[in-house]
């Protein structure tokens, strides 16, 4: 519980006031009970699954970088939207948040939005295998649009060296603090050969190995320990290491502290969590996080 504290009042001191447009206990009046029906849902779904710790996590960044959070990452295709976000590129956890979904619209029907959604889930997730926990503002509202050229342009590629990782977290509002911190959830998850230098032998017949040689179901500081050891996957994990972005000292400093970069993790997930947000009367709240309500 102390831990729990500390990181969490670590984390408020580090957010900045890019989140403005978002509130803290959002859903207090109109559906009390969403955040814990949330919590329970993921919590259930980890403990079934320990996969879906981080395939929740991704889901919450792809969406983010993606035309900001507005859950447009969670829609199929129709003849309306053509080729949505989610043909790009293969991702995990969709029958999973539309699990969370019914759970939530059982108790507040059209209250929660599935880009909350997202964020809570993506909280949790973090509680779940990283052991800690810190508050997530809410409010935002659901897109109608959603387009897989727009994935191509948007995400990091494994392949980026550290000036590039550097400018396309710039150009969500993200600083070297937040690439090099937000980097640490691949301490946990996996990763497709295609996309990373899996190590001889290891990989699996389908081509999928650990994101992490060492604890890689806890999300943690080991990712850091691991790049200043050589052991990662992607291009992009070593080259934190090399340029002139100040990347490498950043790495050294969440190796050495576990709390330190918990903090700034947790700051960085609340900041990511409010890039191009749609609040107010903007977006919708939709009653199926697959379909728009129209």
Known sequence: MKLILMVAFQAMSLISISTASLQY??????????????????????DADPSMAPA????????????????SILLDPTKANGSPEKTAIPLRGYDAVNKIKAA???VCPGK??????????????VAKSGGFVYPVPAGRRDGNVSSAFSVFSSIPSPFFDAGELVQSFAAKGLTVDDLVALS???????????GAACPDGSAADDGVVNNSPVSPATLGNQYFKNALAGRVLFTSDAALLTGRNDTAEKVRENAGDLTAWMARFAASMV???????????RGEVRRFCNVTNS
């Open 25 to 46: 206990n959002f859903y207090g009046s109109s559906c009390p009970n969403a955040e814990q029906t949330i919590s329970n849902v993921v919590y259930g779904l980890i």
């Open 56 to 71: 929740l996590l991704r889901l919450h960044f792809h969406d983010c970088f993606v035309m900001g959070c507005d859950a």
């Open 104 to 106: 939530v619209e059982a």
């Open 112 to 125: 929660v939005s599935c880009a909350d959604i997202l964020a809570f889930a993506a909280r949790d997730s």
């Open 184 to 194: 640490g959830a691949h301490s946990i998850g996996t990763a497709h050969c295609s």
């Open 271 to 281: 900041k990511m969590g409010g890039i191009e947000v749609l609040t107010g009367a």
